[in-house]
C-alpha cells in the first residue's frame, strides 16, 4: 500500500502545472481586466451578486505597448481562466500581443499573431466578430505592411476596413491617422480629410487651416464658408465633460477663422469682402464679452457671473489681439510690394503669433531688383514653406499608445442596438434608440442615437441610418451633416451612502443636419454639393443591420 501511494505521489510530483497569469498580465497586454468564471472581463460582466451576466459596456485601461507586453499577453494566453467560451478575449488578446509586435519591430510575428487572432473567431458565426476585431487586425496588418515595405498590400489592407464599414468615422479617423503617419505627404493628408470632412465637418476646419499655410487662398476662402461653429443639441439632464470651457475656445476660434478668412480674401483681391469678414471678427467678440445685466430686480450681477464675466473678457482679449495680427499681416502683405528683401526681413511691424504662418506670402509679394536676389527670395520662401509642412507633419504625428485607443472595441451580436425610438428616461430607457429634435434654424435638424452597451462604430452607423431615415420621411433625398458629435457616456449614481459611483454608459452620436433635395439644391449650396450624403447609399449599406424593436 505504501509503494502504492509513493508511486500515485511521483506522479502528481512528475505532472507539468499549468501556467496562472497575474490579473495584472491580462490589463498590461490588452488593457482590460483579468476574466472571471463568468466574464470575459472585455464584454460581459457580471450583476446580481455575481449570479447572472449581462453584456456591458467595458473601458480599456492604459497600456504601455512594448517588448514587455509581448510577455504579458503570451502569460495571459496561456492562463486557465481563459476558457473555450472566453474566445473573443483570446482573439483580442492575440490583436494586443500583434500591437506589441508591431512596436518591437517583430513585424512578421505580428502577421502571425493577426492571422491566429482571426482564426480564433473563424468558426465561431458571430458575425460582429468580422465587423470589429477582425477589421482591427486588418489595420494593424497595413501597419506591419508598410513597415515590411508592402505599401500597396497596405492601402488594400485599409481600404477593406473603410469599404467594410463607410459610415463610422471613428473607423475613418484610424485609417486616416495610420495613411497619414506612413505616407505624410499634403496631397495624401488632404484627400483622406476632405473624405472624412463629408462625415465629420470638423475636418473642414482643418482644411481651411492647411490652406492657409500652404498659401492657396482661394480654397481657403471656399472652406470658410463652409465651416461652421454649431453644435448638435444636448439632452437634458447630462452635460459633456470640458463643455463648460469650451464657450471661451470658440470665442478665440471664431476671431482666428474671421482674421484668416480677411487675408485670404484680401490675398485673393476680394476686398470689400475681406473688411466685411474683419468686421464680423470685431463684432462677434463685442457681442461675446458684453457685461452680465442687473436682474430683474435691479441687483447687480452675483459672483459666479462676474467670474464667467472674467473669462470671457480674458477669450475676448485673446481673441483681439489674435485678429489684429491678421489685420497687421494684411496691411503687411499690401506693403511688401514696396519694399527690398532686407526691408522686408527688418520690418519692425510685422504679425505675430497665428498669423505668420502666411509669411512666404509676404516674400511672393516682392519685386527683386536682380537675379541674385530673387534666389535668395526663392530660398526664402522654400524655407518657410518647408517649416510649415514640418508643422504640419508634427502635428499629426501617431504615436502607438493613441493608435490603442483609436482600435475598434471588440463586437458581439448581443451588442448590436435596436432601431428604435428612445425611452421616456425611465430605467435609463433613454439611454437605447434614436431621437429627433428641432433645430434653432429651421432648416437644420437634430438627430441623435445611443446604445448603452454599443461601440463607437455600431452607434455611428445606427445614427447615420436613423438620420437616412429621417430625412426620406421628410420626401428629401440627402442631407449635408453641419456638426457631429460623438459621446463616450457615463452615468454617475449619487447617494446618501456613495459620493458618485462612475458606470459605463455606451455611446451616442449627435448630428445637426441640413435635409436637401439634390435635384434642387439651393444656389448658395452648389459649392458644398461634394458633402451630401445620399439617403438610398445609406439605406443600402445598413438596412437590417440593426433589428426593429420588439
Known amino acids: 500500500m505504501q509503494l502504492i501511494r509513493g508511486l500515485?505521489?511521483?506522479?502528481?510530483?512528475?505532472?507539468?502545472?499549468?501556467?496562472?497569469?497575474?490579473?495584472?498580465?491580462?490589463?498590461?497586454?490588452?488593457?482590460y481586466s483579468a476574466p472571471g468564471k463568468k466574464s470575459d472581463g472585455i464584454t460581459k460582466g457580471t450583476w446580481l451578486w455575481g449570479l447572472a451576466t449581462a453584456t456591458a459596456d467595458f473601458r480599456k485601461g492604459t497600456?504601455?505597448?512594448?517588448?514587455?507586453?509581448?510577455?504579458?499577453?503570451?502569460?495571459?494566453?496561456?492562463?486557465?481562466m481563459l476558457v473555450d467560451a472566453f474566445w473573443l478575449r483570446r482573439a483580442h488578446l492575440l490583436q494586443s500581443k500583434a500591437l506589441h509586435q508591431i512596436s518591437a519591430k517583430l513585424y512578421t510575428e505580428?502577421?502571425?499573431?493577426?492571422?491566429?487572432?482571426?482564426?480564433?473567431?473563424?468558426?465561431?458565426?458571430?458575425?460582429?466578430?468580422?465587423?470589429?476585431?477582425?477589421?482591427?487586425n486588418m489595420a494593424l496588418r497595413a501597419m506591419a505592411?508598410?513597415?515590411?515595405?508592402?505599401?500597396?498590400?497596405?492601402?488594400?489592407?485599409?481600404?477593406?476596413?473603410?469599404?467594410?464599414?463607410?459610415?463610422?468615422?471613428?473607423?475613418?479617423?484610424?485609417?486616416?491617422?495610420?495613411?497619414?503617419?506612413?505616407?505624410?505627404?499634403?496631397?495624401?493628408?488632404?484627400?483622406?480629410?476632405?473624405?472624412?470632412?463629408?462625415?465629420?465637418?470638423?475636418?473642414?476646419?482643418?482644411?481651411?487651416?492647411?490652406?492657409?499655410?500652404?498659401?492657396?487662398?482661394?480654397?481657403?476662402?471656399?472652406?470658410?464658408?463652409?465651416?461652421?461653429?454649431?453644435?448638435?443639441?444636448?439632452r437634458g439632464g447630462w452635460s459633456v465633460a470640458g463643455g463648460d470651457n469650451r464657450k471661451y475656445d470658440l470665442i478665440r476660434e471664431r476671431a482666428s477663422l474671421a482674421g484668416a478668412t480677411a487675408y485670404a480674401l484680401a490675398a485673393t483681391e476680394q476686398l470689400e469682402a475681406s473688411a466685411r469678414a474683419y468686421k464680423r471678427g470685431l463684432d462677434e467678440i463685442e457681442a461675446a464679452t458684453q457685461p452680465p445685466e442687473p436682474d430683474a430686480r435691479g441687483r447687480p450681477p452675483g459672483k459666479n457671473a462676474m467670474r464667467e464675466y472674467a473669462l470671457r473678457n480674458g477669450a475676448g482679449a485673446e481673441a483681439k489681439a489674435s485678429l489684429q495680427g491678421w489685420g497687421q499681416a494684411i496691411a503687411l502683405r499690401r506693403e511688401a510690394g514696396t519694399m527690398t528683401l532686407k526691408q522686408l526681413i527688418e520690418y519692425r511691424d510685422r504679425p505675430k503669433g497665428e498669423a505668420l504662418m502666411v509669411a512666404a506670402d509676404f516674400f511672393r509679394q516682392l519685386k527683386p531688383a536682380d537675379l541674385r536676389e530673387a534666389s535668395a527670395v526663392n530660398e526664402m520662401i522654400g524655407l518657410l514653406q518647408t517649416q510649415q509642412d514640418d508643422a504640419r507633419r508634427k502635428m499629426v504625428a501617431l504615436n502607438f499608445n493613441a493608435l490603442i485607443a483609436q482600435l475598434p472595441r471588440p463586437e458581439t451580436t448581443a451588442m448590436v442596438?435596436?432601431?428604435q425610438p428612445e425611452g421616456g428616461n425611465i430605467l435609463r430607457s433613454d439611454l437605447n434608440g434614436w431621437a429627433v429634435r428641432k433645430a434653432e434654424d429651421p432648416a437644420l435638424v437634430n438627430v441623435r442615437f445611443g446604445s448603452?452597451?454599443?461601440?463607437?462604430?455600431?452607434?455611428?452607423?445606427?445614427?447615420?441610418?436613423?438620420?437616412?431615415?429621417?430625412?426620406?420621411?421628410?420626401?428629401?433625398?440627402?442631407?449635408?451633416?453641419?456638426?457631429?458629435?460623438?459621446?463616450?457616456?457615463?452615468?454617475?449614481?449619487?447617494?446618501?451612502?456613495?459620493?458618485?459611483?462612475?458606470?459605463?454608459?455606451?455611446?451616442?452620436?449627435?448630428?445637426?443636419?441640413?435635409?436637401?433635395?439634390?435635384?434642387?439644391?439651393?444656389?448658395?449650396?452648389?459649392?458644398?454639393?461634394?458633402?451630401?450624403?445620399?439617403?438610398?447609399?445609406?439605406?443600402?449599406?445598413?438596412?437590417?443591420?440593426?433589428p426593429l424593436p420588439r
Not at 63 to 80: F, K
Open 8 to 31: 500515485a505521489t511521483l506522479s502528481l510530483m512528475s505532472m507539468p502545472l499549468v501556467a496562472q497569469a497575474a490579473p495584472a498580465d491580462f490589463a498590461a497586454c490588452d488593457g
Open 63 to 80: 497600456v504601455a505597448v512594448g517588448a514587455g507586453g509581448i510577455t504579458a499577453c503570451d502569460s495571459a494566453l496561456a492562463d486557465p
Open 110 to 136: 505580428a502577421l502571425a499573431a493577426l492571422d491566429q487572432s482571426d482564426a480564433a473567431g473563424a468558426t465561431r458565426g458571430d458575425a460582429q466578430f468580422d465587423k470589429s476585431i477582425k477589421l482591427a
Open 145 to 234: 505592411y508598410y513597415k515590411l515595405d508592402r505599401k500597396e498590400d497596405a492601402h488594400a489592407a485599409l481600404k477593406a476596413v473603410t469599404d467594410a464599414r463607410p459610415w463610422s468615422t471613428s473607423l475613418r479617423l484610424l485609417t486616416t491617422n495610420i495613411r497619414v503617419f506612413f505616407e505624410p505627404d499634403f496631397q495624401t493628408h488632404e484627400a483622406l480629410l476632405r473624405e472624412q470632412a463629408v462625415l465629420e465637418p470638423r475636418q473642414l476646419y482643418t482644411l481651411f487651416w492647411f490652406a492657409m499655410a500652404r498659401g492657396d487662398f482661394e480654397a481657403a476662402s471656399k472652406f470658410a464658408n463652409e465651416v461652421s461653429f454649431d453644435i448638435p443639441r444636448t
Open 417 to 419: 442596438p435596436r432601431m
Open 452 to 546: 448603452a452597451v454599443g461601440s463607437e462604430s455600431l452607434v455611428e452607423e445606427a445614427a447615420f441610418l436613423a438620420a437616412a431615415n429621417h430625412v426620406a420621411s421628410l420626401g428629401k433625398d440627402g442631407f449635408i451633416v453641419e456638426a457631429g458629435q460623438l459621446i463616450q457616456r457615463t452615468m454617475y449614481m449619487v447617494g446618501i451612502y456613495s459620493s458618485g459611483a462612475a458606470t459605463p454608459s455606451g455611446y451616442e452620436l449627435r448630428l445637426l443636419l441640413r435635409p436637401v433635395d439634390t435635384a434642387a439644391l439651393p444656389a448658395e449650396l452648389e459649392t458644398e454639393r461634394w458633402r451630401i450624403v445620399k439617403v438610398r447609399d445609406v439605406q443600402a449599406s445598413l438596412a437590417g443591420k440593426f
